[in-house]
Every structure is written in structure tokens, then in C-alpha cells.
């Protein structure tokens, strides 16, 4: 996927202030540029054309896993996690987003200084963008195990969407679109399946849905745990979090990623075998359209995962 440049006007979150994206710049000698040490955050929003209105998809447990993994560094984030909901909503009122959209809060060791040793200078800032589908995935994706390992929790933890770490994820993937598939999968050092280079996975096997648990280096993710809940719920599918093992992947019935970027994303091939029928398969098809009902609003058992942009009462989040 390529994405678009933000347009410049683009209304953000700096320095505690509501700026263009254009003047909101750092020094070239800030300590995470030059080190990685800034933990950052993705957050989904849908705009529901019959309501007229954009919800933030779980904005609050977003950000809770924001300052906590934020804490990993020791970088503090003043805010609590309602209230940088409640200012991301007010990010997507000045911009008049009438789309989906992608939010991207990035918490930071801000020191303009040469020297790997952090201090307590921190900062943060949040900018929301329009945003489409991140995988054309209506055929199903191509995705290749790859040679690099997933970061251990012993080196930097993978439960943290720490930035140096995600030089791991950009080695992947520039290895499995060279070796011409979609996204990449990662082995764990002992040899289990752990993550692809930007989301969780799941394989469908014995009539089991399967997951690898957080002890093989996987982010713990929101969208991966909505998921389950959406599995157990309203497919009455019985989710086991276990280790999995690489030939797994060529045997099972389907597999597919989740996160909140790719949402649902059917695998229809590991390293060039076709999964199952090599077809998008059908509980990942029957996930996808609960998903996207349930983020979309329209599913009244999942409304508190919500946050309503343009209807901001407390009555209306309630509703």
C-alpha cells in the first residue's frame, strides 16, 4: 500500500497547541529520531453515511495501551486516556473529516542532543488523516514467512509499538515484497509463529479459531482481541491462544491477519501454497462483515467500542 502525503493544513496536536501539520517539525538532533525512543499508537475511525456521523473505533483502550507502553520508556503522557479521546474527536471536528480516517498519536523523547542516555524530556503529539483500506484483500493476500526474526521481549518488547523496533517490521517486509508476496510472517527465535511485520494472526483449523498467545512476541492488539469477541459471541467459535507451528500455516482451513489498519485481511497463500481452497474462506468473510458492522455502528451489543465525533453528549455515547 502507498499512501498519500497529509495535506500541510491538516489541523494537529503540538506542543500542547492546535497547529497545521506543516509547522509541527522537530530538531534533526531529537533523541527519537536518532535512537528510536518513541512509542506510537494507531486508532481507526469509519464514517457512517445513514448517521451522518465518524466513530473512533475502542479510542480510550487505545490510548490506555498508549501510556502504558509509553511507561516501557519512561515517557509521560499528561493526559488521561478519555480526555486525548475527547481531544482527538475535537481533531476531527476542525478538520471536518467526513471519511474514514487513521490517528496517529506518536509520544517521544524530545532532548536536541547527541548521546544514546534518555532524560526526562518527552512530548507527544496526535494527528488525524484520511484514510482508506490498507490491503486490497477482496482476493485474499499472498504472505511469505520470512529469514528475520521477530524482536525477542528481552531485546525490545513487541507488545509496545516502540519506533526503533519497527526497523524489524521494515526489514520483513521489504524481504517479503521482494520475494513477491503481499505481507510478511515472522518466526519467533524458537521457531513459532508470532506476528506479520504490522499485525496479529489467526488460523482456522478443527473448527477452532487459533492464535499465537502474547508470550511469542506478539503486539497485543485491540482490534485482535475485538475480534475475539466477535468470534466467540456472535459465531459461538471456540478461540484457543497457543503457540503455532510454521507448517501449521500450510494446513489449516484459513488464515488471515487483523489489526486496526489491515481490519480483516483473508491469507489465500503462505509461501506460494494456497491456504485451504486457496479462496477467501468463510469464517474470516462472515468476521469481516461483523467487524465492520460493528465499527460501522450498526451492531447495538458492540456501541460502547464507539466514540461518536459529532454527536459528543454523554447521553449520546450512552445510546
Same mark, same amino acid.
Given at each position: 500500500?502507498?499512501?498519500?502525503?497529509?495535506?500541510?493544513?491538516?489541523?494537529?496536536?503540538?506542543?500542547?497547541?492546535?497547529?497545521?501539520?506543516?509547522?509541527?517539525?522537530?530538531?534533526?538532533?531529537?533523541?527519537?529520531?536518532?535512537?528510536? =525512543?518513541?512509542?506510537?499508537?494507531?486508532?481507526?475511525?469509519?464514517?457512517?453515511?445513514?448517521?451522518?456521523?465518524?466513530?473512533?473505533?475502542?479510542? %480510550?483502550?487505545?490510548?490506555?495501551?498508549?501510556?502504558?507502553?509509553?511507561?516501557?520508556?519512561?515517557?509521560?503522557?499528561?493526559?488521561?486516556?478519555? !480526555?486525548?479521546?475527547?481531544?482527538?474527536?475535537?481533531?476531527?471536528?476542525?478538520?471536518?473529516?467526513?471519511?474514514?480516517?487513521?490517528?496517529?498519536?506518536?509520544?517521544?523523547?524530545?532532548?536536541?542532543?547527541?548521546?544514546?542516555?534518555? !532524560?526526562?524530556?518527552?512530548?507527544?503529539?496526535?494527528?488525524?488523516?484520511?484514510?482508506?483500506?490498507?490491503?486490497?484483500? =477482496?482476493?485474499?493476500?499472498?504472505?511469505?514467512?520470512?529469514?528475520?526474526?521477530?524482536?525477542?521481549?528481552?531485546?525490545?518488547?513487541?507488545?509496545?509499538?516502540?519506533?526503533?523496533?519497527?526497523?524489524?517490521?521494515?526489514?520483513?517486509?521489504?524481504?517479503?515484497?521482494?520475494?513477491?508476496?503481499?505481507?510478511?510472517?515472522?518466526?519467533?527465535?524458537?521457531?513459532?509463529?508470532?506476528?506479520?511485520?504490522?499485525?496479529?494472526?489467526?488460523?482456522?483449523?478443527?473448527?477452532? @479459531?487459533?492464535?499465537?498467545?502474547?508470550?511469542?512476541?506478539?503486539?497485543?492488539?485491540?482490534?485482535?482481541?475485538?475480534?475475539?469477541? @466477535?468470534?466467540?459471541?456472535?459465531?459461538?467459535?471456540?478461540?484457543?491462544?497457543?503457540?503455532?507451528?510454521?507448517?501449521?500455516?500450510? %494446513?489449516? !482451513?484459513? %488464515?488471515?491477519?487483523?489489526?486496526?489498519?489491515?481490519?480483516?485481511?483473508?491469507?489465500?497463500? %503462505?509461501?506460494?501454497?494456497?491456504?485451504?481452497?486457496?479462496?477467501?474462506?468463510?469464517?474470516?468473510?462472515?468476521?469481516?462483515?461483523?467487524?465492520?458492522?460493528?465499527?460501522?455502528?450498526?451492531?447495538?451489543?458492540?456501541?460502547?467500542?464507539?466514540?461518536?465525533?459529532?454527536?459528543?453528549?454523554?447521553?449520546?455515547?450512552?445510546?
Amino acid at each position: 500500500m502507498k499512501t498519500e502525503a497529509p495535506n500541510p493544513n491538516t489541523i494537529v496536536w503540538f506542543n500542547e497547541k492546535f497547529i497545521p501539520l506543516g509547522e509541527a517539525n522537530v530538531n534533526i538532533l531529537t533523541h527519537a529520531l536518532n535512537y528510536g =525512543t518513541g512509542v506510537f499508537e494507531g486508532i481507526r475511525g469509519y464514517f457512517e453515511e445513514k448517521q451522518q456521523d465518524l466513530f473512533l473505533v475502542r479510542p %480510550v483502550e487505545h490510548y490506555q495501551r498508549w501510556k502504558r507502553n509509553a511507561g516501557i520508556l519512561r515517557i509521560g503522557i499528561p493526559k488521561s486516556a478519555t !480526555d486525548l479521546a475527547a481531544l482527538t474527536a475535537e481533531l476531527c471536528r476542525r478538520n471536518g473529516f467526513r471519511s474514514h480516517v487513521y490517528v496517529r498519536p506518536l509520544a517521544y523523547k524530545c532532548s536536541a542532543r547527541i548521546g544514546v542516555a534518555p !532524560d526526562e524530556n518527552d512530548a507527544y503529539a496526535i494527528v488525524v488523516v484520511p484514510f482508506g483500506d490498507y490491503f486490497d484483500s =477482496t482476493k485474499g493476500l499472498r504472505a511469505g514467512v520470512v529469514s528475520w526474526r521477530r524482536v525477542e521481549d528481552t531485546a525490545i518488547p513487541s507488545r509496545a509499538k516502540i519506533c526503533g523496533a519497527y526497523v524489524n517490521s521494515v526489514l520483513a517486509t521489504d524481504e517479503a515484497r521482494h520475494n513477491g508476496h503481499d505481507e510478511a510472517i515472522f518466526l519467533t527465535e524458537e521457531g513459532h509463529v508470532s506476528d506479520s511485520a504490522t499485525c496479529n494472526l489467526f488460523i482456522f483449523r478443527n473448527g477452532k @479459531l487459533v492464535t499465537p498467545p502474547g508470550t511469542d512476541n506478539i503486539l497485543e492488539g485491540i482490534t485482535r482481541a475485538s475480534v475475539i469477541d @466477535l468470534a466467540r459471541n456472535e459465531m459461538r467459535l471456540e478461540v484457543v491462544e497457543r503457540s503455532i507451528s510454521r507448517s501449521e500455516l500450510y %494446513v489449516s !482451513d484459513e %488464515v488471515f491477519f487483523t489489526g486496526t489498519a489491515v481490519e480483516i485481511a483473508p491469507i489465500v497463500a %503462505v509461501d506460494h501454497r494456497p491456504v485451504g481452497t486457496g479462496e477467501v474462506g468463510p469464517v474470516a468473510t462472515k468476521l469481516r462483515s461483523l467487524y465492520v458492522e460493528a465499527t460501522r455502528g450498526r451492531l447495538l451489543n458492540y456501541r460502547q467500542w464507539l466514540w461518536p465525533v459529532y454527536r459528543t453528549t454523554a447521553a449520546d455515547k450512552a445510546a
